[in-house]
């Protein structure tokens, strides 16, 4: 088994366990406060089913939090900075419910229970991931789920790391390999034991095929700087973590991290946050949001369906095939906004492009039906792709999904928009939308997936329908 999987079905069970621990913590709560006998309860004791409800709810709420506070992003130490976030976390929950409440009327629920749930939720959520920090190290022990390290550098910075891997703190360490950068390259390391050297970054690659490294630490040396970026990607592809020893406060990109590593100070790139753990949760926050927008837009959708078979022949949906998660086929939807025959018609128009780049735009495009204009101005014609979310096709939120000619074109940066699920509205739709160049909508796909978070999905979401309203840069 992978580190990766192993990681992935460690945050599945802190999932799993928080639900279960948080919803105790709720119900024990609810038996001191009515049952135990150590509290008055003159106004008599509420049902146990509204208070299950609530208990749902509540716990669904402590799950949104806990994600946003990056609880699931588990450490390989439990550090003591764990806690003030667990302890953030449950608070910030405990004010969500007791607003609710507040506004809610029509059933008084007990602040002595928001209380005490409160008290016991950082006590057990604390506890209990305190005692799992242990088991996923035993658990890592036992299946040799160790870090096959790859130094890039040399010197005594290099020579620090290999004596504080070898220590009995640091058993989950294993140096493999060291690339030798030095310009008076040796070829022989006596203090290394066990390592194997190669010479010049170009072997990179090559060791981390050859010793199956799943983690590289980098000096930052002037002389291969240049290939620093294509390092990173190849990490990136081949999901190993990428470290760097920075130089006075050097930052690499917004992904970095001052860290500690074996005891050194070190910069560490965070992972792509859409990956792993944050990509299941994104995939149920996707479900759940086009399910209930369906619902509401189902009686839209059947009079602009109406509006278009009397406005020109042809279908009503127009199905085009587009590139997505990991350069995967799809049939994409949206309300056909041009004449029937477009796609033929796209060699007469093509010189016409109004935008720079992989990629064709066209303001006053002869091929758009009148109905079409109004559907693009407003972007609804986009609404179908709600359809294509609950396939698994797209995501809400997400870079746009392209046309296989224009993907056939991307760089190898420009393709890491594929590593994720395409979206129906984007950060670069909601910064600009048609007036952006090609190179900066990369830009912010980019950035996009390398800092994604769920308050960014909101905040992109509450800003596309004012960009929508406006049809600042639609055509």
């Known amino acids: 088994m992978t580190s990766g999987k192993l990681n992935l079905y460690f945050k599945l069970i802190a999932f799993i366990v928080d639900i279960i621990v948080i919803t105790i913590g709720f119900f024990l709560a609810y038996w001191l406060r009515f049952y135990s006998g150590l509290m008055v309860t003159d106004k008599g004791i509420p049902p146990l089913a509204l208070y299950t409800q609530a208990f749902g709810i509540i716990t669904l709420v402590s799950l949104i939090v806990f994600k946003i506070s990056d609880l699931y992003d588990l450490k390989d130490n439990f550090r003591l900075e764990e806690f003030p976030r667990i302890l953030q976390a449950v608070t910030l929950t405990a004010v969500a419910v007791m607003a609710i409440t507040f506004l809610y009327r029509q059933f008084t629920f007990s602040r002595v229970v928001i209380f005490l749930g409160w008290f016991f939720n950082i006590m057990l959520v604390s506890g209990w991931r305190f005692g799992f920090y242990r ?61 194997r050297v190669y010479n010049g970054i170009d072997s990179t690659i090559s060791a981390m095929e050859e010793l199956k490294i799943n983690q590289i630490v ?76 369906l619902i509401v837009i189902a009686i839209p959708l059947l009079i602009i369906a109406l509006l278009i078979k009397l406005d020109s022949p042809g279908p009503v949906f127009y199905k085009h ?140 979401i509450l800003q596309t329908v004012p960009t929508v309203l406006f049809a600042k840069g639609a055509y």
């Open 321 to 460: 095939q587009r590139m997505g998660y990991k350069g995967r086929k799809f049939n994409f939807l949206k309300f056909r906004s041009m004449v029937q025959d477009a796609d033929d018609k796209l060699k007469e128009v093509i010189h016409m492009n109004d935008r720079q780049g992989p990629v064709f735009k066209m303001k006053n495009d002869p091929r758009i039906t009148k109905i079409g204009k109004f559907l693009r101005h407003y972007s609804l014609d986009e609404l179908p792709q709600f359809i294509n979310v609950l396939k698994g096709d797209m995501s809400i939120v997400g870079p746009r999904p392209q046309v296989l000619w224009e993907a056939a074109l991307y760089d190898e940066w420009a393709k890491r928009r594929l590593m994720v699920l395409p979206g129906i509205t984007g950060l670069w739709q909601v910064s600009g939308r048609s007036n952006l160049s090609f190179e900066e909508m990369i830009k912010l796909d980019i950035y996009y997936i390398e800092n994604w978070s769920l308050w960014l999905d909101i905040e992109i």
């Open 218 to 293: 980098m000096t930052t040396l002037p002389e291969v700087r240049s290939q620093m970026l294509d390092i990173i990607i190849e990490c990136e592809r081949r999901n190993i973590e990428f470290k760097i020893i920075p130089d006075i406060l050097e930052i690499i990109t917004t992904r970095s991290q001052i860290d500690q590593y074996l005891g050194l100070p070190v910069l560490s790139l965070k992972p792509i946050q859409l990956s792993g753990f944050n990509v299941i949760f994104k995939r149920i926050f996707d479900i759940i949001l086009s399910f209930l927008v």
């Open 135 to 195: 088991l996923r190290k035993y658990l890592r022990a036992k299946i040799h789920d160790f870090r096959r390290v790859l130094i890039v550098g040399t010197g005594k910075l290099a020579l620090e790391l290999y004596q504080a891997g070898q220590s009995d703190e640091n058993q989950n360490f294993q140096i493999l390999g060291l690339i030798n950068c030095a310009k008076d390259e040796r070829k022989d390391w006596p203090e290394f034991k066990g390592v």
